[in-house]
């Protein structure tokens, strides 16, 4: 049996819509990734869709569930194609809670990761803030600040931060995301939402963060500033992908805890606005590269390919 894909054979060329076969065995039907190397790839990282075919041996899983899941560059298993391979053995794979849609599950692994790996994996991979997702933990009385608070990761640590318990958490972002933000958290004390340039962020980040204070960062490596020794700042990195050391321990915790943050409500996925196939895809980068896409993430389904 052949399924659709879209193809990279190369660095910096077009996309081609191919017909390829499905990859066995336990493939899982892709229903929605999101747009987020070794050539010929299949890019496409977060994932959402029916398991299709388990392996024998494997009881986790049963045809028909639905997951969600962090994919990898390749061509067996890269998320811009219908049908896709997933180890169960991974951490990052989940079945999806019922009142979650595709859509929305498919906004969730790598941001939510990217968020959530520097602030509260154990040092010194991140800020240590809660590595098992402890419920009783709590930081009342502590502030915190997210730059860039309109973004998928930024939307993913302001619900972090409220799921910690800091007292005040303060965004700076776009004013239009404002509103959602606020809906987010229900209680910014003080309700602080302005807008900042993203050029300078980590510098400004950093000159906020009082001594000892602490700071995480999408970027995977992060400069050390001259005084960081003698005032006890910390920066953090990261990257996202659970499947490699040193986060693998802490993958696995995370994701056995996030079905059920997810389901509580604790942790609310991203706004989603949905693309038509696969086809789609190639007319949606420009938009990326000239700042179109804001505060939302674009969603397409492999099998709405025509």
């Known amino acids: 049996m052949s399924q659709k894909a879209l193809i990279l054979e190369k660095a910096k060329s077009p996309f081609v819509l191919s017909s390829i076969p499905i990859p066995k065995?336990?493939?899982?039907?892709?229903h929605?990734?999101?747009l987020n190397v070794k050539y010929p790839t299949i890019l496409g990282l977060d994932v959402a869709g029916?398991?299709?075919?388990?392996?024998?041996?494997?009881?986790e899983y049963v045809k028909g569930d639905r997951v969600f899941f962090s994919a990898d560059y390749s061509m067996?298993?890269?998320?811009?194609?219908?049908?896709?391979?997933?180890?169960?053995s991974d951490p990052d794979i989940a079945k999806i809670p019922p009142h979650i849609s595709y859509n929305e599950a498919a906004t969730i692994p790598l941001t939510f990761?990217?968020?959530?790996?520097?602030?509260?994996?154990v040092n010194p991979i991140g800020a240590g803030l809660n590595p098992t997702s402890d419920s009783k933990v709590n930081f009342n009385g502590e502030a915190a600040l997210v730059i860039g608070g309109g973004t998928s990761v930024g939307q993913f640590?302001?619900?972090?931060?409220?799921?910690l318990g800091f007292s005040t958490i303060i965004t700076y972002t776009s004013l239009k995301h404002s509103d959602y933000l606020k809906s987010l958290v229900l209680r910014l004390s003080p309700p602080c939402v302005a807008s900042i340039m993203v050029e300078g962020a980590m510098e400004a980040g950093y000159a906020c963060l009082a001594h000892g204070g602490q700071m995480a960062t999408a970027s995977p490596a992060p400069p050390k500033p001259d005084d960081a020794e003698a005032t006890g700042k910390k920066i953090y990195g990261v990257l996202a992908s659970v499947n490699i050391e040193p986060n693998k321990e802490f993958g696995k915790e995370l994701w056995k805890n996030l079905p059920r943050l997810v389901k509580e409500g604790i942790i609310k996925p991203n706004r989603i606005e949905m693309l038509t196939g696969l086809t789609a895809v190639p007319n949606a980068l420009p938009r990326f590269m000239n700042g179109g896409v804001s505060g939302?993430?674009?969603i397409v389904n492999p099998q709405d390919t025509v």
């Open 25 to 30: 065995p336990g493939a899982i039907q892709a």
């Open 32 to 34: 929605d990734i999101i």
């Open 50 to 59: 029916d398991v299709e075919e388990v392996r024998e041996g494997v009881e």
């Open 76 to 88: 067996a298993h890269g998320g811009l194609q219908q049908y896709t391979l997933k180890s169960v």
């Open 113 to 121: 990761a990217t968020a959530v790996i520097p602030l509260l994996s």
């Open 157 to 163: 640590a302001v619900q972090i931060y409220k799921y």
């Open 296 to 298: 939302v993430k674009l």
